[in-house]
């Protein structure tokens, strides 16, 4: 790009000699215009732009330092040499001082003079323009800055000390002294022989550079966090003859710090240790151990009894409410020394340090049920838990991960022996964990290579005994482990995750072996109910999946029936209403599954699109024997019909039972009393035969 250049010279050799030396410059380009007066000089800086201004103080308009002064006024920003004779030298270094870059002699004029006189001139303006900026952009640094500004001069021992730095203390300029002594009278007494320390220590050389953080006391009273950082300036001996540095206020950031390392080490909801400062004072107290040989300690893993009963039925901030409170017994349970941790969800952990024996340990368990045994009251209701605790000592070589594995191991031998027990850990249950994981492998093959199958237990019309539909039930056929009942393992899949790829098998076989079924039927009404586990019904996809699946099988959408638990609603109430929206809009019928054993059924009975009540087998069974429960059985038959809801009774295994089903107004049923759950030939032949009466077991 060409450097523009504008020429005021009114004698025409003089101007010709310079413009032929400019524009016939092979090695630069430059873009020169030429003037004569100053008036039009000054009217060509004011309109256009231009990088260096040659200037002859006298021209026939002006003279002298009057002809720089009103050129230089007229654009400040252009540099100018100027050319004057040698009578008028005096007058051109009088320029320099007003802001000329340089001046030239006409008499000892040259091309490579002109030239170099107009390369350092704009060398030069470049370098003032970069320092004027690099100055104000300094000056509006400090200014702006949220920083305090300090700077010590250590050899006359004045400190100076911003407006800004005493501002964050909320004082007035002149409120602070400016000195040393004034900057430390603020500083917390704990803090300041550090500061000073860390001060010196930087001035010997120790460090490259100062920084510390400390309190200082803000007008208010209140101590605020404050860091200083600093450098010094050395002499060439490099003893420091200066310090100057900022200060500003970390008070929120030490804040938010401590925050997050409370949120790092302590539950937010319970205040207790989290699993990882748990992990770690257990840490501590095995190497203790490892010294000490005298000094035992105990681990306590605790699981709360029922805890996802009160979550679904009472919801979240209820079962919130009950963790907090179970928090603080267990607190009151144990001793200064010791540590309660929240492990996960309804999940507790105590170190016991300082045991006398495993008994010990023992004690503090009972101690912990006795704690739980009272009621809590949550949210205005009375509610009752309990907790199973496992037990675990170490000899000294477990590390602490391994030893909270053989607590947790230990709690779930207690809550499989009773709930509300203890157990203490023994070397046998690692071996059923091996068990648990062999189970595991075998039924993730199972679900790859698809070996399970489906039975079929028929539901009745009461008073016709006549076939209306059936329920599919799972059975696992394993290579290495026979025939396997659902409740052998299918606990077991939801706890691995597992229910909802082995409940996509079963309804795609369901809807396919329903197809069969309808076709033995000849066009009569049949139905096949489909269990739902609390994930499977929860996937985002499942409206998606049922459609389809009803699609490939060739089945209509009223013939399939989903069975669901209050869980499975309670889990997420808002997507479970709009899942079941959806389903039913498409003619699929929603039956609520063992009925009448939760807290809350009948306050959602409106709320989701149920067609079909099931009587839980267990109010059934009671039939004969207890009036209560044929009252509670009465209730919901009544409530069902008040709500134009169907009902189905499970569990039917005598005469009686069926009969007073039926007088009570049950319309459907299914047990042992009509078939057990039976293969697919067997169910189509049922569906054949469509026998009146009670049907033969299966």
Request: glycine share 8%; proline share 3%; charged share 25%.
């Amino acid at each position: 790009m060409a450097t523009r250049i504008l020429l005021l010279e009114d004698t025409h050799a003089d101007a010709t000699r310079m413009l032929t030396w400019l524009r016939q410059d092979s090695l630069n380009r430059f873009d020169v215009e030429h003037v004569r007066t100053l008036a039009e000089c000054v009217r060509r800086l004011q309109t256009e732009s231009w990088d260096l201004l040659l200037l002859d103080l006298c021209v026939p308009d002006s003279e002298g330092l009057p002809t720089f002064t009103r050129a230089h006024a007229a654009a400040p920003g252009v540099p100018v040499v100027v050319q004057s004779g040698l009578d008028r030298e005096t007058i051109a270094m009088q320029t320099l001082t007003l802001g000329a870059q340089d001046y030239l002699i006409k008499s000892e004029l040259s091309a490579s003079v002109l030239k170099r006189a107009i390369r350092y001139a704009l060398g030069r303006s470049t370098t003032q323009r970069h320092l004027a900026e690099s100055e104000q952009r300094y000056k509006l640094a400090i200014e702006g800055a949220n920083d305090g500004i300090w700077d010590w001069d250590l050899l006359s021992d004045n400190l100076f000390l911003s407006d800004r730095l005493k501002a964050l203390l909320g004082y007035a300029p002149h409120e602070v002294r400016n000195s040393l002594e004034g900057w430390y009278e603020f500083v917390h007494d704990s803090d300041l022989q550090p500061l000073q320390d860390a001060m010196q220590r930087h001035l010997d050389g120790g460090s490259e550079h100062f920084e510390h953080e400390y309190r200082m006391r803000h007008k208010t009273g209140i101590w605020r966090w404050m860091l200083s950082r600093g450098l010094a300036v050395r002499d060439p001996a490099g003893r420091p003859t200066r310090i100057a540095g900022s200060t500003s206020d970390i008070t929120a950031r030490r804040e938010s710090q401590s925050r997050l390392m409370r949120l790092a080490l302590y539950d937010d909801l319970t205040g207790l240790a989290n699993r990882t400062l748990f992990l770690s004072r257990l840490s501590q107290a095995i190497r203790r151990s490892r010294r000490d040989q005298v000094k035992s300690f105990g681990v306590l893993f605790i699981d709360l009894d029922r805890f996802k009963v009160v979550n679904d039925s009472l919801g979240h901030l209820a079962g919130d409410e009950l963790l907090v409170t179970v928090a603080r017994r267990l607190e009151c349970c144990v001793r200064p020394g010791d540590v309660v941790a929240r492990i996960g969800g309804d999940e507790f952990a105590v170190l016991l340090e300082e045991l006398d024996g495993v008994e010990g340990a023992d004690i503090a368990a009972e101690r912990i049920h006795e704690a739980l045994g009272f009621p809590v009251l949550v949210r205005g209701q009375e509610v009752f838990t309990s907790a199973s605790i496992g037990i675990a000592s170490s000899d000294g070589q477990d590390n602490p991960e391994e030893l909270l594995r053989k607590a947790d191991l230990a709690m779930y031998r207690a809550k499989s022996s009773g709930r509300s027990r203890s157990a203490n850990y023994q070397w046998q249950m690692s071996s059923d964990v091996h068990g648990e994981l062999a189970l595991e492998t075998d039924l993730r093959h199972a679900v790859d290579a698809e070996e399970f199958t489906l039975r079929y237990q028929p539901v009745v019309d009461l008073d016709r005994g006549r076939v209306t539909g059936f329920e599919a039930l799972i059975r696992w056929e394993s290579e290495r482990r026979g025939m396997v009942h659902p409740d052998d393992f299918i606990p077991f899949a939801e706890d691995r995750g597992l229910a909802s790829p082995i409940g996509r098998l079963v309804m795609r076989q369901a809807c396919a072996d329903l197809a069969v079924l309808q076709r033995a039927a000849g066009g009569d009404p049949l139905f096949v109910s489909v269990n739902l586990s609390t994930k499977q019904f929860l996937e985002p996809d499942l409206v998606e999946f049922v459609t389809k699946t009803l699609k490939d099988g060739g089945c209509h959408p009223g013939s399939l029936a989903l069975e669901l638990t209050e869980t499975a609603l309670l889990e997420d109430p808002e997507r479970a209403a709009q899942a079941l929206r959806r389903l039913h809009g498409m003619g699929t019928r929603i039956y609520l599954d063992d009925f009448g054993t939760g807290f809350s059924s009948l306050s959602h009975l409106q709320r989701f699109p149920i067609d079909a009540l099931k009587i839980d087998r267990s109010f059934v069974a009671r039939l004969s024997q207890d009036a209560p429960d044929q009252e509670i059985v009465r209730a919901i038959i009544g409530l069902a019909r008040s709500l134009g809801k169907d009902v189905v009774a499970e569990g039917i295994e005598t005469p009686g039972q069926a009969d007073r089903l039926r007088l009570m107004g049950c319309e459907s049923g299914q047990g042992y009393f009509y078939s057990r759950a039976v293969a697919l030939d067997r169910a189509t032949a049922m569906v054949g035969r469509r026998l009146q009466g009670r049907l033969a077991h299966g």
